[in-house]
Nanobody
Framework: EVHLVESGGGLVQPGGSLTLSCVASGFAFSRWSMSWVRQAPGKGLEWVSEVSAIDGTTSYSPSVRGRFTISRDNSKNTLYLQMNSLKPEDSAVYYC?????RGQGTQVTVSS
């Protein structure tokens, strides 16, 4: 059974930074592309970033490119999202996702 547990969210001021983590279990983590998605209050799910399994190629939504960095540590079955220069519009629940599975999410709030 796929199990994904996100952590690292919190309250941060605009311009600040946070690093999210997602620990995976129940599947061959290193063989799967992993992504981060987010959902703001009253809005749909928004894709944020992805890292491939084959060669670690990364891709980003235009709204976060240049500010966020996705990475993975296959030895720890862990996915990361380094978020810099945070904006109020980045406030959302962030989920890591593998295929059709995602975790319970971690709340990120950007506010002064």
């Amino acid at each position: 059974e796929v199990h994904l547990v996100e952590s690292g969210g919190g309250l941060v001021q605009p311009g600040g930074s946070l690093t999210l983590s997602c620990v995976a279990s129940g599947f061959a983590f290193s063989r799967w592309s992993m992504s981060w998605v987010r959902q703001a209050p009253g809005k749909g799910l928004e894709w944020v970033s992805e890292v491939s399994a084959i060669d670690g190629t990364t891709s980003y939504s235009p709204s976060v490119r240049g500010r966020f960095t996705i990475s993975r540590d296959n030895s720890k079955n862990t996915l990361y999202l380094q978020m810099n220069s945070l904006k109020p519009e980045d406030s959302a629940v962030y989920y890591c996702r593998c295929a059709n599975s995602r975790g319970q999410g971690t709340q990120v709030t950007v506010s002064s």
